[in-house]
Each structure stands twice: as structure tokens, then as C-alpha cells.
Nanobody, 120 residues
Framework: QVQLVESGGGLVQAGGSLRLSCAAS????????MGWFRQAPGKEREFVAA????????SYGDSMKGRFTISGGNAKNTVYLQMNSLKPEDTAVYYC?????????????WGQGTQVTVSS
């Protein structure tokens, strides 16, 4: 059974930082990748960042570039999201996702989410 468990969410003031972690278990994703998405109340799910393990290529959503950094653990089953210069509009539930192959753009595996709240 595949499980993705996020941690590190919380309440932070605007301009502050948070680091999210996600640990995957149950299968290997070493030939695929992991990523982060977020969903704010009343809004659609939004891409935040992703990393491909085989190439180490990282990608970011436009509003996150320069503020967020995605990284991974050596075992390629853990991913982190360092979020700096947080803004109130970053408030959302952040979800970790994983895929076993980069040949598909879909992420079949998802965590339960962790709440990030940025106060002004």
C-alpha cells in the first residue's frame, strides 16, 4: 500500500518561511518523481513544484519561482518544499504527489495534505 505523509504545515506571518516534508512508502518512485500541489478554499488545485529523480530537473509554478525550493532525500522517497517570503495568498492545503514514471504527466499517488496559513 502506497502512502505519502506530509508534515511541516502551520501558521506563519507574511514574509516568513516554512519547510514541508513528504515521505513516501510502499513502492519506489526512483524512476519517476514527486511534487507539490496546493488548493485554496474555492479555488482549483494549483501546481507548486516538482522534481524528476533521474534527471534532477525541477520545475515551479510561476508565482513560486524565486521563493520556493523543492529538494529530495537520497533515497528518492522523500521530498521537501522550502517556502520563503510567504504571502497571504500562499494560504492553502499543500499536497504531496508521486508518480512512478515521468512518461505520464499524471500523479497517481497523493498525500492527505497539510495546511499552510500565512497571516498578513
Amino acid at each position: 500500500q502506497v502512502q505519502l505523509v506530509e508534515s511541516g504545515g502551520g501558521l506563519v506571518q507574511a514574509g516568513g518561511s516554512l519547510r514541508l516534508s513528504c515521505a513516501a512508502s510502499g513502492r519506489t518512485f526512483s524512476t519517476g518523481g514527486m511534487g507539490w500541489f496546493r488548493q485554496a478554499p474555492g479555488k482549483e488545485r494549483e501546481f507548486v513544484a516538482a522534481i524528476r529523480w533521474t534527471s534532477s530537473i525541477k520545475s515551479y509554478g510561476d508565482s513560486m519561482k524565486g521563493r520556493f525550493t523543492i529538494s529530495g532525500g537520497n533515497a528518492k522517497n522523500t521530498v521537501y518544499l522550502q517556502m520563503n517570503s510567504l504571502k497571504p495568498e500562499d494560504t492553502a492545503v499543500y499536497y504531496c504527489a508521486a508518480r512512478a514514471s515521468v512518461l505520464s504527466a499524471q500523479y497517481p499517488y497523493w498525500g492527505q495534505g497539510t495546511q499552510v496559513t500565512v497571516s498578513s
